[in-house]
């Protein structure tokens, strides 16, 4: 039964170019939220999804940012024209129904993005 | 806007020992929910115990337990015979919708 699965753990991009991170949820979860966490910080919420929408993106950055649930494959994160201020650990969580404290949200690994 | 404090940037415990973890919060909201998670070095994150607000009785699990006062906004985390294993960075969050607050975090360290 196999957990959130993030991918890739450690990506490395210069500066201008893009990054794709990839979140398979819990087989059966429909829900996907996406949080960023900068050095010696808390996780801080970017973006709530569900298949083919998106319904929170309050925390995400208003430029460069973008957030997909596809109705096949995994959710992605995406950045454009990354900068070093980008470089933190990005978590995917997932639910099997709306979250809010009520459904526990699985995270997983996390990916570290570093930007050079 | 709802926020979530950690004032216990480390903290340190002898294996077999009890140690208390603070987090206080606010929030507007009558009904919600109150998690730890804790984050060892492999950087993922688990769920240690999980409280629902309307709930007076404190939340346990195992060696884990809550101290969890609603008036005082006061939500800590009490480990008991403590381990090695135990050694890991410790958030405490506050659902706000449906997404998650989280606090700064407490190191916890174990010493054998």
């Known amino acids: 039964n196999a957990g959130v699965m993030q991918n890739p753990r450690h990506l490395v991009r210069r500066r201008g170019q893009e990054a794709r991170l990839r979140c398979s949820p819990v087989?059966?979860?429909?829900?996907v939220y996406w949080y960023r966490q900068l050095p010696e910080e808390g996780l801080k919420f970017m973006v709530y999804l569900q298949k083919e929408n998106i319904i929170d993106e309050s925390g995400m950055p208003k430029e460069r940012f973008s957030a997909e649930f596809p109705k096949e494959g995994p959710s992605i994160l995406r950045i454009q024209q990354v900068v070093r201020g980008d470089s933190a650990a990005y978590f995917c969580?997932?639910?099997?129904?709306?979250?809010?404290?009520?459904?526990?949200?699985?995270f997983g690994a996390g990916t570290r993005l570093s930007v050079l | 806007a709802q926020t979530v404090t950690q004032s216990q940037p480390e903290m340190s415990v002898q294996e077999a020992e009890t140690v208390t973890l603070s987090c206080t919060y606010d929030?507007?909201?009558?009904?919600?929910?109150l998690f730890w998670y804790k984050q060892p070095p492999s950087r993922q994150m688990i769920l240690v115990i999980r409280?629902?607000?309307?709930?007076?009785q404190n939340a346990t699990e195992n060696r884990f337990s809550v101290n969890f006062q609603k008036a005082a906004k006061s939500f800590s985390l009490k480990i008991s015979d403590s381990q090695l294993g135990d050694a890991a960075m410790y958030f405490c969050a506050l659902s706000q919708g449906n997404k998650l607050v989280f606090g700064a975090g407490t190191i916890l360290r174990v010493k054998s």
């Open positions: 409280q629902e607000a309307y709930k007076q």
């Open positions: 087989k059966g979860h429909s829900h």
């Open positions: 929030t507007s909201e009558s009904d919600y929910y």
């Open positions: 969580a997932s639910s099997p129904l709306q979250g809010g404290g009520k459904n526990i949200q699985y």
